[in-house]
């Protein structure tokens, strides 16, 4: 895919959404974190019933570990895999504590060292709690990126290398929120809506849909 349809695949997306956001509810970077640490394997819709109730008592770290590891429980059990995580945020709480004066850092280094924090939920933080041009590069990314032809890639570091490459730089902070809903909505795993699709002409996936 040349450069003139990738500038022009993002110009459609920002005008469809001028301003696109996560679909995760969160006040501060703390909250976004822990919502972050909970979609993992779980859908937005399901970590923000959880959330909603749970940031009602605990929205800082301090509140969290005075919460206790089975007060999380309680909250966060309809989520999957929420034993290891409510291990991760009380670990993480202790080290947002200890280390960063209860606040979330604002480095990569410092976040990817944080108990269930990887490149992709670092990538999330920084660009949406922080402003940073980071891409995180989830499987609606990926998919979309492989099968249009955007950015393709065998790994998830190798489309999030392409994609930090490729996009123009005016598009680079929202890229994640536009390639992640398109994903979600439009370009779906087992049968894409290429006929809804606004970049259609400009998609290069050979088996497109037809209704």
């Not at 993992?40 to 909603?52: C, H, L, Y």
């Not at 007060?71 to 034993?83: A, E, M």
């Not at 949406?128 to 995180?136: C, D, L, S, V, Y």
């Not at 392409?162 to 994903?183: N, Q, R, S, T, Y």
Request: charged letters at 30%; a positive charge.
């Amino acid at each position: 895919m040349n450069q003139k349809k990738r500038r022009e695949i993002f110009a459609r997306l920002k005008e469809a959404n001028p301003a696109p956001t996560t679909e995760l509810h969160y006040k501060t970077p703390f909250e976004l974190l822990i919502a972050v640490i909970l979609s993992a394997q779980a859908t937005d819709k399901g970590v923000n019933k959880a959330t909603r109730e749970l940031f009602k008592v605990a929205n800082t770290p301090q509140a969290m570990l005075r919460l206790g590891l089975k007060g999380l429980k309680q909250y966060i059990r309809t989520i999957g895999l929420y034993n290891t995580k409510a291990e991760n945020i009380m670990k993480t709480c202790k080290i947002l504590v200890e280390q960063h004066d209860g606040k979330v850092p604002e480095d990569r280094r410092s976040l990817e060292a944080l108990p269930g924090v990887g490149r992709k939920t670092a990538n999330v933080i920084l660009n949406t709690a922080f402003g940073h041009p980071t891409i995180a590069v989830d499987t609606h990314i990926f998919r979309v990126c492989n099968r249009t032809g955007l950015a393709p890639g065998k790994t998830v570091r190798e489309v999030e290398d392409k994609l930090m490459k490729f996009v123009p730089d005016e598009f680079k902070h929202d890229a994640h929120h536009w390639l992640i809903l398109h994903g979600r909505y439009t370009c779906i795993a087992r049968k894409p809506r290429c006929g809804d699709c606004i970049i259609e002409d400009l998609c290069e996936y050979r088996a497109k849909v037809k209704e």
